[in-house]
């Protein structure tokens, strides 16, 4: 019988080595604190608090964590290479659990339907800046296209990226910007101290910003069942 779609997660604090040996693990190392606002008319609307979970050496997958209620967090995970899911967990559980174990009637079989619009953007390197006397790089994602541009009125990602934090492969959420950072990988490391989304006539519209990171050790496990990146 399938667990019930709001029923918690179940966190797994010990596990034996022949249990995961048929199973899809997905390790991390790095929670990433963040902090995003929304503007409209230049003017803060919303602000969103949370983190990451990445692993600095894979960045196919990352699970994003924001707060569902004062016990409770939710967690939209997503694997490019084909498998996503949305569950909910105890706030108390997460510092204590090594291991999460996510039930397969959560997980969803996952398909990038922009993918094929990587030929139509490109990330562009761009000068240094420096905010407190600290020098940051920065780069930006943008169509390639203008006559598209300015049917579809597209906007602009911009990247401020923390120069220190060369050993974490690119924090790329959004499926677009990691398929083409895949295809061709022209931009450094490291994970944003900013990320400025700018609609098509200039106007903020996200700004996100890095509170802090910190190692972790943590690790979500699926069942081989429902690992739908075996046969992609």
Known sequence: MNPPMKQLLTLLLTISTSFL????????????????????????????????????????????????????????????????????????????????????????NYNNPYKVRIEEYDFFNLNDTIIDETEYSRYKLTSTIPRREKKKKLGTEFYIIDNNTKFHLPLLYFSTAYEEWKSKKNIPNGIFKERHLVDYYGKLFIREKTIGYRKINKTIIIDEECDYTRNK
């Open 21 to 108: 040996f048929s199973q899809k693990k997905y390790e991390f190392d790095y929670l990433i604190e963040f902090k995003q606002t929304y503007y409209k008319n230049s003017k803060s609307e919303n602000t969103i608090s949370g983190f990451y979970l990445t692993n600095s050496k894979k960045n196919n997958y990352v699970a994003l964590v924001t707060s569902l209620d004062s016990t409770n967090y939710k967690m939209h995970f997503k694997d490019e290479n084909g498998l996503s899911f949305n569950v909910n967990f105890k706030k108390s559980d997460l510092e204590k659990a090594e291991f999460i174990n996510v039930n397969c009637y959560y997980v969803s």
